[in-house]
C-alpha cells in the first residue's frame, strides 16, 4: 500500500500496531488451548495425575489481562491459564511443571508441586520473606480449588484500596499507588451457588470497594446445567437489584458474549476505569462460553451432553470464533484503502504451526526437569543396592528389588526410597559398610526431599513468631485492680497509636466497642476505618483481613463469640492456614482473628471447638490466655512477626479483677511456652482458658486431703510447649491430668500426643495419664445444664483425687 499522507501514515501505523497486538493475542490464546490439549493427554497416559484445564475460556481472559495494570491483584480460580500467560506470569514449560507437580519453586513457581495444576501464583516475597514492592508487579494470590473460596480474599483486596485512598497519612508506596489497584476475580457460572459468592457480592455491594468479578459462563457445573444451579439460569439476570443507580450505591454490572473479541476488550476496559476510579465494584457476566474437552480430565463431556449443544459448541467456541473474525477482519483508512489483519489463512496457520512446536517443547523439557534429578539419584541407588547384595546372604531378593528399580522407565522418588528400604529389611542383622552407606543414602534423601512437600508451614523469616521475646508486664508499687476488658481496651489503644496500619473490625467492633466492652472509645479516637463495623457475615469478615494482610496491612478480624468461627472455618482451614505453605514461602497474610469463649451457657454459644480448630488451622497459632493481660500480650507479640493467628479470649475474664500493667503496648506473651502457674509435687494439671480458674479454686481443697497438685496454662495450642516444660513437670510429679472442656478426644487428645509421644513424657508416669473433658455433647442450657455439661470443680477434684487413690489406696481412700 502507498502512502498518500500524513494523516493516512498515522493510521497505516496505528493499525499497524493493533494488527500486531491482535496476532500476538490470538498467538497467546493458541498456545493456551495447545498447552490445555497436550495436557489432557500427558494425564491420560499416567504422566501426570490430573488435570483441569481452561480451554474454551481465552479469549475473555485475553480481553481481562488487558485492562489489568500492575500493582493489581488476580483472585480467581483454575481455568485462568490464558490469563496468566497473557501477562507474562506463566510459560508453557511452568504450566507442564505445574502438571507434572514438580517440587522445585524455580521450576514451578506457583506452588512448587504443591498443588494440582491450574493453580496460579506471583511472588510477593522476596528470599528473605519480606514485601516485594507490590506496584511493580502483577499480583496474583495464591488459588484454592474449594468453589467460590476465591471470593472473600478478593473482597479484603479491594477494601485495601479503599483503606490506602482514604487515609492519607497512610503511606505505603511498596503496596498501593493511592488506592489505584483493582482487585480482580473470576469464577464459574456454577460456583456462583455456593454462599460465599453471595456474602461477598452483597459485602462488596456496601464497602464499595475497587473489584471486578469476571462469572466465566459455560451453562454447566461439572454435569449439572445451568437450570438446576441458577434461578432464570443467568447470575447477572438475579443481581439486578445490586445494580448501582442514581441515588442508589451498588454494583456496576455487564454482560458480554465470551467469543466477541472487540467487545470483551471494550467492556473490560470500561469496568477498569469504573473500579480503579470510583471505586465501584462490578461484575461482568461473559456469557455462551464453552469446555471443548469437559471440566476435567476425571471424565467426559459427551456423557452429560447432548449431541446438539456439543455441536453448539464447536461453532461457538471462542477461539474458532476469534480465528474467524480474524479472518474476515477489514476496514477502509481516510483514503479508502482496505485494511486486513491477514491477507490468507496461511498467516494463521503459520502461528497455530509455531504454538503446537513450542508447546511440544516445553512439554518435553519440563518432563526432562522433573526426571533428571531423579534419574541421577536411580544411579546411585542402583549402585547402592548392587554393592549391598554382593555382601548379603539375601542378595536374590535384592537383586530383585535392584531389577524392578531399574525396569522402571519414569522413575519417581518414592520408587528410589521403597526399593532402598525394602532393602534395609533384608539386611537388618547384618553389618557391612555397604548397609550403612545405603542407610546413611535413605537417612539423607528422606531429610532433603522432605523440605520439598513440608516446608514453610510457618514462617521462616526473621519476623517468625518464635523470635519474638517474651517481654514480662511491669506494675506499679500500687497498681489498680480493674475489669479484664480495661486492659485489654487501654492495650488496644496503644497499638492504634502506636501502628498506623493497624485495622480491627467485626460484628459491633466499632460502635459500642464490642460486645464485651474491649473497643469502647476507639472508633470516635482513630476512624471508621481503623475500627469498623461489619455486617452479619463471618466469612468474608476473615476474606477483608486475609486480603488486606496480602497487601501489607496489619488487619484484626473479630469473630463475635467462638463457635460462630465455624462460619468461616473454610477460609480459615483452605486459604488462610494454608497459603504460606501452598506459596512455598512466596505469599504470606499475617492476619489476626479475634474471638471469645468458653464456659457459655447452652448449646449454641458454649461450644469449645478446639480440637477441630486444631486440627483443621495448621499453619496457623491458635493461642488461648487465660486473661486479658496475657490476650493482649499475644496482640502485642503478634504484631510484631509476620505469621496468622487466632486469639480466643476467655469470655468470663472480662470483668474479673486483674492488676493494670504499666507496660501497656511493650509486654509480651510468648508463643509455644507454657507457664507453670503453681508448683506443686503430686500431679501435674494441664489446662487453659477459663477451666484454669476452676483448676485454681480446687487447689485449696485438695490441699486439705494432702494433695499437691502443679499448674500449667498451656497457653499456645499450636506451636505446644517448644521448651518442653510439661515433661519437666511430670519427671517431678510422675502423674498428668488434661483438663479440658472440649468434646472427648478433642484438644485433649492432642495434648496427649504432644506429651506422651512427642515429649516421651510416658516413661515418667507412675500412673495411668487422664483426660476430663466435657460431655460429647454441646452443653445444656442453664446453670445445671452446665454443671453436667462440663467439668465442673468436683469433677475436678475427684478426677485428681481418683489418681492419687490409684497411686497409694491406703492414704487415699476411695470417695465411693
Known sequence: ???????????????????????????????????????????????????????????????????????????????????????????????????????????????????????????????????????EQYNSTGDISPTAGQMPRMLGIAQASKIFRNIPELKKPKFSNNGNEVSWGTIGNASTSEGLFFETINAAGVLQVPMIISVWDDDYGISVPAKYQTTKESISEILKGFQRNETEDGFEIFVVKGWDYPQLISVYNKAAKIAREEHVPVLIHVKDLTQPQGHSTSGSHERYKSKERLIWEKQNDCLAKMRDWIIEFELKDSNNNLLRFIDDEEELIKIEKEAKKEVNQARRDAWNAFLNPVREEKIKVIQLLVNLSEKSHNKSFIVKLKNDLSAIIDTSRKDLLVAARKSIVYVRDEKSAEKTQLQNWITHYLKTEQQNYSSFLYSQSDKKASHVKEVLPTYDANAE???????????????????????????????????????VGLQEKYGKLHVADTGIREATIIGQGIGMALRGLRPIAEIQYLDYLLYAVQILSDDLATLHYRTVGKQKAPLIVRTRGHRLEGIWHSGSPMGAIVHLLRGMNILVPRNMTKAAGFYNTLLECDEPALIVENLNGYRLKEKFPNNLGEFKTPIGIVETIRTGTDVTVVSYGSTLKLVEDVVNSLKQVDIDIEIIDVQSLLPFDNNKDVVKSIKKTNRLIIIDEDVPGGASAYLLNEILEKQNAYAYLDSKPVTLTAKPHRAAYGTDGDYFSKPNEEDIFEAIYSIMNEANPTKYKPLY
Open 1 to 135: 500500500m502507498q502512502v498518500k499522507s500524513t494523516s493516512t501514515n498515522q493510521e497505516q501505523l496505528s493499525f499497524n500496531q493493533f494488527k500486531k497486538e491482535v496476532l500476538h493475542d490470538y498467538q497467546i490464546a493458541v498456545t493456551s488451548r495447545e498447552c490445555s490439549y497436550l495436557g489432557r493427554r500427558e494425564v491420560l497416559t499416567g504422566k501426570a495425575k490430573f488435570g483441569i484445564f481452561g480451554d474454551g475460556k481465552e479469549v475473555p481472559q485475553l480481553a481481562m489481562a488487558k485492562a489489568f495494570k500492575k500493582g493489581d491483584f488476580r483472585s480467581g480460580y483454575y481455568r485462568d491459564q490464558t490469563f496468566m500467560m497473557a501477562i507474562g506470569e506463566l510459560t508453557p514449560r511452568q504450566f507442564f511443571a505445574g502438571l507434572y507437580a514438580h517440587a522445585d519453586i524455580n521450576a514451578e513457581p506457583m506452588s512448587g508441586g504443591r498443588q494440582m495444576g491450574g493453580h496460579f501464583a506471583t511472588h510477593s516475597l522476596d528470599e528473605n520473606g519480606h514485601f516485594k514492592n507490590l506496584t
Open 481 to 519: 485492680l480493674v475489669d479484664g476488658r480495661i486492659i485489654i481496651k487501654d492495650n488496644f489503644d496503644i497499638l492504634f497509636s502506636k501502628y498506623n496500619d493497624l485495622f480491627i473490625f467485626g460484628e459491633d467492633a466499632g460502635n459500642i466497642g464490642d460486645v464485651n466492652q474491649g473497643l
